[in-house]
């Protein structure tokens, strides 16, 4: 079945360092990408997405790209803030005509703290 | 307008009470979805509902029953639960359901525990 793979975290980091959150999936046929973060205390939030092969999803500086031929959608952020600390989900939504009906496939989660 | 609401924040229950979770958006979606998430773990699904229907239930206990009255509401009807049912209740939505590209907009939330 479809997988999606995070690096372990988790990640500590000071304001201003340059992030990489690493992401693999395995999945059959076309499946759409997502990253959502997940605040203390909250839901999950739509971070960015990218459906097609070659789209770079951003959002709030955040950027991903939907890499086909690594199987890869890993999560950058070139100068972190406090307020970025929180935890990190990506996802995948298998192709249409499945039947998993839209379900979304989560890796483990990377927990990010950001120092000032 | 992005949001999709869940009430109440907070549930304690013991495992003999019976309690609901109830879950609205005004977004005009005709997916709706349940998740549990326990702490430090990604959300895990239960049910899918689409165009009002049950689509989806990932083998979930009968303890938990869902219902969607309307295209706006999703309830989640809970009732001799168990300790580790403690967990938080998400409940997602999106446009269209079946449709790979379409984004699931998540609630905040409701963190239940059981006695």
């Not at chain 1, 340059?18 to 992401?23: A, E, H, K, Q, Y």
Request: hydrophobic share 30%.
């Amino acid at each position: 079945g479809d997988s999606v793979t995070q690096m372990e975290g988790p990640v500590t980091l000071s304001e201003e360092a340059f992030l990489t959150i690493n992401c693999t999936y395995t999945a059959t046929g076309y499946p759409s990408l997502f990253w959502y973060v997940q605040y203390p205390g909250e839901g999950l939030q739509l971070l960015l997405k990218a459906t097609k092969a070659d789209d770079k999803g951003s959002n709030k500086g955040f950027e991903a790209t939907y890499r086909k031929e690594t199987t890869s959608f890993h999560l950058e952020k070139g100068s972190v803030q406090v307020s970025d600390s929180a935890v990190y989900f990506c996802a995948l939504s298998e192709d249409a005509g499945g039947t998993s009906y839209g379900k979304l496939t989560f890796g483990q989660g990377t927990i990010l703290t950001v120092h000032p | 307008d992005t949001e999709v609401t869940q009430t109440p924040k907070h549930l304690v229950m013991g495992m003999t009470n019976k309690k609901s979770l109830k879950c609205e958006q005004h977004m005009g979606h005709r997916a709706m979805y349940w998740y549990k998430q326990k702490a430090k773990k990604p959300p895990e699904l239960m049910f899918v509902y689409s165009y009002e229907k049950l689509s989806i239930n990932e083998s979930v206990p009968s303890r938990f029953s869902p219902e969607c009255p309307n295209s706006s509401l999703l309830n989640l009807h809970l009732h001799a639960l168990q300790p580790e049912d403690s967990a938080l209740y998400l409940c997602a939505s999106s446009r269209l359901p079946g449709v790979n590209q379409e984004t699931q907009y998540f609630g905040p939330g409701t963190r239940l525990l059981v006695l």
